[in-house]
Structures are given as C-alpha cells and as structure tokens.
C-alpha cells in the first residue's frame, strides 16, 4: 500500500518544509496498558520512518515538534526520561542521519535544557552539519510566543542602539530574528491523534501553511501516513489570499 500511495506523489510538487506536531504517545501507551514514557519510546520509530521517508521523496526541510516549553509541566518523572531518551536518541541516530545524508538543527530556548541533552543534541549538530539532502529541525524546549518575543526585544535592542530605524521593521526584518531565520515557512503542518490546534507551534511561519490532521497517534505513524498528507496537500488549492481565477491568469 506504502508504495501506491508514493507513486501517486507528484514529486514537481512536493512541499518544501513539513512541520509536525508529533502528538499521541501518551494515549497510545494507555491503550496499551503502559506507562506514558513506553509511547515516547514507541514514537522514535515514527520519528524514524518520517525523517526516511522525507529524505527519500526530495523534502528539503521536516521540523518535529519534540518539546513545547509547557511539557515542563507534566510530571517529572515523565520529564526527565524524555530528556533521557532524547539523548539515547540522538546519540542512536547520528551514523543514520550521516548514512542518509541528513543534516540536525534544533530551535528552541535549548539552554534551559539539561546539560546532558544540551550537549548530545550540540554533538549531533556538529557531526551531521555537512550534509545536504535533507534538514531535520527538532523544536526543543519550544514555543511560538517565546520566539516571537525573543525577536521582538531584539528589534527594540536594536532600535535602541541605533542600529536600526523604526521605518526599516518589515517582515524580512521580523522573520530575521526568529529561531527559523534562513528556513522557508512550512507549507504543510501535520498533526497525528485527531487534536485540531496548532499548540503555540511555529504561529509566525504557519500563516499559509495548509493544516493536516489525522487519527492516528504518533507511534503508529509510518510512511504510508506521510504520503497520504502529502496527497492531499497536492490536491489543495493554495491561494495565498488570492482568487481561483487569478491562480490561473
């Protein structure tokens, strides 16, 4: 089924940047009578799958929404064998993002994570930073109105010290100072687990983004699961503000 779906892939029209909001691992393990951490384990082979998958097709850039800052608020022990496990992750999957030809970037506010994770995630970007296929983006200790703010007391810093004029604040300027700076926009967001919200996720660089979402929770999300989304996103019209007939003109 996998490769049907892929074939239907028109490859001259493949979403340059997909973001997703891997939600799902909790009330997967519950299902499955475990505790939360044995879907956050479950769910790297997704993270896998998708990131191989991505590459394959000619994707360009995938962001994974791996931490909000408001999943400090769950339970500690949940916590912190998240942090655990994204440095066995990442410290795992390095000789496979090399073999791959995948590069790992992070954003996020990632000096509030805990040194251990701090410094795998650093080593895995330095050890991937020459590849070219493909950049897979973590979202770490992330959240769209921290970004948003961060930039904006950047441009007042700015302002304030002259180094710029009021008049010259312009999107380009804006986006200039936000965590995805040199990154386009995402074309198609993802969410697995039948939420609908966006959850404080890329709020700037989603403004045109063609929303996805799917039942399935995140540790049951495969290949044939992302080409279904890419399906349907081909299948949209994006309009940008514009009318049909213009698209057309």
Known sequence: MAEDLKAKIITEKLPKHIAVIMDGN????????????????????????????????????????????????RPRLEVNALMTLLV????????????????????????????????????????????????????????????IMQAVKSIANQIETKQLRSEEINEQTFENELSTSGIPDPELLIRTSGETRVSNFL???????????????????????LYRAIIDFQNRERRFGQISEQLTR
């Open 26 to 73: 909790g009330r997967w393990a519950k299902k499955h009578g475990k505790p939360r951490v044995f879907g956050h384990r479950n769910g790297v082979k997704a993270v896998r799958e998708t990131t191989e998958a991505a590459a394959e097709l000619g994707v360009e850039y995938l962001t994974l929404y791996a931490f909000s800052t408001e999943n400090w608020n």
């Open 203 to 225: 709020l700037w660089q989603i403004a045109y983004a063609e929303l996805y979402f799917t039942p399935i929770l995140w540790p049951e999300f495969r290949k044939e699961h």
């Open 88 to 147: 066995e992750t990442i410290r795992g999957e390095v000789s496979t993002l090399n073999k791959n030809n995948i590069r790992l970037q992070a954003i996020g506010d990632i000096n509030k994570l805990p040194s251990k994770s701090q410094k795998a995630l650093l080593e895995g970007i330095e050890e991937t930073k020459n590849n070219t296929r493909m950049t897979l983006v973590l979202a770490l200790n992330y959240s769209a109105k921290w970004e």
